[in-house]
């Protein structure tokens, strides 16, 4: 069963650091891509991040970029989000999310975890 | 950036009712489109992608159709298990987008 567990959500004060994590679990994690999804209070959902297989590749939306850096530790099987000058704006749950295997280059998102709270106050 | 428009903001049905959704793309996303459900403290869930075709496990009550810069998604009878708010993603480029979501509410 594939599993995708967030952590790593805190209160922090705005202009601080976080990183969170996403372990997964049950599946090859080396052979998927990965994206960040946050939902903000009363809000949809916002693309923010996604890392190649591999993690050469990474790709960011314009609302973060800069701020935010997305890494993977395939040894072990653990997808970071590195945010960086939190805004807060930046206040969301952050799910982390698998790509779909089948189309390649196809990023649409089959598996995801529970989430994790941030939230960017003094 | 595409910006998705989705529409209505909420749908207010009874179980055994059809809905249809309805996602516009401010450009040409020539059927990379995606629709998601995603109800309130759980995981959202894939159902459509490529515009038309359901994921793995997906009820046949759920289908998508579109192009060019329109797509709807429609649930041919509503179960009570539907109620939840639905999204719509690109992959036309970067950066991927979503739609504001439909809330589909009894």
């Known amino acids: 069963e594939v599993q995708l567990l967030e952590s790593g959500g805190n209160l922090v004060q705005p202009g601080g650091s976080l990183r969170l994590s996403c372990t997964a679990s049950?599946?090859?994690?080396?052979?998927?891509?990965m994206a960040w999804v946050r939902q903000a209070p009363g809000k949809g959902l916002e693309w923010i991040s996604a890392?190649?297989?591999?993690?050469?590749?990474?790709f960011y939306a314009g609302s973060v970029h800069g701020r935010v850096t997305t890494s993977r530790d395939n040894s072990n099987n653990v997808l970071y989000l590195q945010l960086r000058g939190l805004r807060g704006e930046d206040t969301a749950v952050y799910f982390c999310?698998?790509?779909?295997?089948?189309?390649?280059?196809?990023?649409?998102?089959?598996?995801w975890g529970q989430g994790t709270l941030v939230s960017v106050s003094s | 950036e595409i910006v998705l428009t989705q529409t209505p903001a909420t749908l207010s049905l009874s179980p055994g009712e059809r809905a249809t959704l309805s996602c516009r793309a401010s450009?040409?996303?020539?059927?990379?489109l995606a629709w998601y459900q995603h109800k309130y403290g759980q995981a959202p869930r894939l159902l459509i992608y490529?515009?038309?075709i359901r994921a793995t496990g997906i009820p046949t009550r759920f289908s998508g159709s579109g192009s060019g810069t329109d797509y709807t998604l429609t649930i041919s009878s509503l179960e009570p298990e539907d109620f939840a708010v639905y999204y719509c993603?690109?992959?036309?480029?970067?950066?991927?987008?979503f739609g504001g979501g439909t809330k589909v509410e009894i």
């Open positions: 999310a698998r790509k779909i295997a089948y189309p390649v280059g196809a990023y649409y998102f089959d598996s």
């Open positions: 049950g599946f090859t994690f080396s052979d998927y891509a």
């Open positions: 890392i190649s297989g591999s993690g050469i590749n990474t």
């Open positions: 450009q040409n996303v020539a059927n990379s």
């Open positions: 490529d515009s038309s």
């Open positions: 993603q690109h992959r036309r480029n970067w950066p991927l987008t």
